[in-house]
């Protein structure tokens, strides 16, 4: 339907809108989370080195 066609542009255009707003701000370095961090709420740090403790003996993760 034509209402359903305007909704769905609608806000495709909100989610581009505010993704480019985000983004300038993180260039101009003044972005801030609006929902804290993750790390800090689960209690974990962010790493690259996944493969020293998860290997081929880590069970698989559902759904994955």
């Known amino acids: 339907s034509a209402a359903r066609k305007e909704r769905c542009a609608r806000i495709s255009a909100d989610v581009a809108m505010k993704t480019v707003e985000l983004l300038n701000a993180w260039k101009d ?8 961090s ?4 689960y209690d974990i740090t962010t790493q690259t080195n996944c493969g ?3 290997t081929d003996g880590t069970p698989p993760l559902p759904g994955v």
């Open 29 to 36: 370095g003044t972005y801030t989370p609006s929902h804290g």
């Open 38 to 41: 993750n790390a800090k709420t």
């Open 52 to 54: 020293d403790c998860h």
